[in-house]
């Protein structure tokens, strides 16, 4: 069963607007599933999927103060077309609140041993190698204006694509797919970004801490020398598609990854990955002075960006909605409102605005500031101190790992994942001040794996 809870999150289309995205995916009932059956296998895994009386009790709280927060912020607002409404916000929370509870019961009944963890993570590497060959390269000959695989890619986008709800002249879809109409790769997500978040976040942590632990995990390869020398070039080839994406955030995010897999890495992987990220920015210097696409490609996505009125406006708007609610936010669902009014006047001179966030709704386009305007300190507070405190926990386990009563290849990837998980967190918090939607399945799968591995190491520590 655990081989199936990466892949199937590939397929991102949801089906309807009406509830949370993930729970309108193909996953939700694919996980639902998997619960009872493996319930039904091993009915003594049914306390595993009982959360404790702190899960409740935090959970009510959040319940308790996003509702008086949305209950207020309806008072002012009102039935409008910039926010959900107060039925369609508590619906939709609702059923975040269900993906949330099914991600973390699906790894607590699937991933018990070693040997569940590790084909966890080879499955979603398998299923990311599929996804590779045969949605984001052919996307990618598009990009380049090569038109022979036009119809499949058109035809795999009707299929699966997530997509966002399109506006007259507003339709990132109208030649069939995102790719084929912005000339950008997407994979099955919304937009060219969502696809650098899901590879850059969720899968590349894991490969650099395969990487610096020396960490075998292929089956079919003879020596440690072959398996991670096929995964240092599966890494590269993240990193290339980080760059060709055509993303802001995913570059900056090849940027910040590249950092923390030097920052780990030790001996001849670190002069290794220092000689290529010398000569990568030496050959990128050189492309960017002759040749065209590259000087564009940098060019329109970092260096001389346009655009970033509503980026700008949005992120100002969220930080003011954010100090005059500070406490208790303003609800789930209401955000979009409150930017409108308080985004700055020299942002809004832009037919994206005009035409589209004033009349239909304001997107957060800082999910970091949009927490904090809608939960407030009271939850965000909480929140960040539960996520400090499970870091600190890694920390403490990690330089204890030396002395534990564990096998050197159950060391070796109990590291690989610390790292990992170290990673990620960085990675999803540079994003976070862009748009990551951390509530989407892989990034719950992962989290919730990482954080049960530590949780089983520090169990081992206690014996």
Known sequence: MVNFLLPITFFSKNYTNSIAETTAMVAFPVFIFIILIQLFRFPERMAKVVPSQQAFLLGGLF???????????????????????????????????????????????????????????????????????????????????????????????????????????????????????????????????????????????????????????????????????????????????????????????????????????????????????????LVGLIAYLKIGFIHNLLNEFLFAKGGTDNRLGGSIGLFRTFLTHGLIGVGYGFTSYFTVQNVPAFTTHNFEFQQVYSQYGYPNLSDLLGWFAAFGLIIMVPAFFLLFRLVARTYFVKYRLAYLALSDEEKSWSRALIIAFMTMIVLAAFSSFFVIQVFLWPYLLMFFFYRRHILRLEQEIQK
């Open 63 to 281: 319940w308790l103060f996003q509702l008086v927060a949305m209950f207020f912020s309806y008072q002012v607002t009102g039935e409008t077309p910039i926010t959900s409404g107060l039925l369609h916000s508590t619906l939709t929370l609702i059923t975040w609140t269900m993906t949330v509870y099914v991600a973390w019961a699906v790894i607590q009944v699937t991933v018990i041993s070693t040997d569940d963890e590790v084909k966890f993570v080879r499955s979603g590497l398998l299923g990311l190698l599929f996804y590779l060959i045969l949605v984001v390269f052919p996307q990618l000959t598009i990009s380049l204006h090569i038109g022979a695989l036009h119809g499949y890619v058109n035809e795999l986008a009707h299929l699966f694509e997530r997509r966002w709800v399109s506006r007259d002249h507003y339709n990132f879809y109208t030649n069939g797919s995102y790719v084929a109409t912005s000339g950008r790769i997407n994979g099955f997500e919304p937009e060219a970004a969502f696809l650098a978040n899901l590879v850059g976040v969720v899968y590349l942590p894991i490969l650099i801490g395969l990487t610096v632990t020396k960490k075998k995990i292929w089956k079919w390869t003879k020596t440690v020398k072959v398996d991670q020398t096929l995964n240092f070039f599966y890494a590269l080839i993240i990193f290339s598609l980080l760059i060709f994406v055509k993303s802001t955030t995913g570059i900056l995010t090849a940027v910040v990854g590249c950092s923390l897999w030097l920052i780990w890495s030790k001996g001849g992987l670190r002069r290794t990955l220092g000689i290529l990220t010398s000569l990568a920015i």
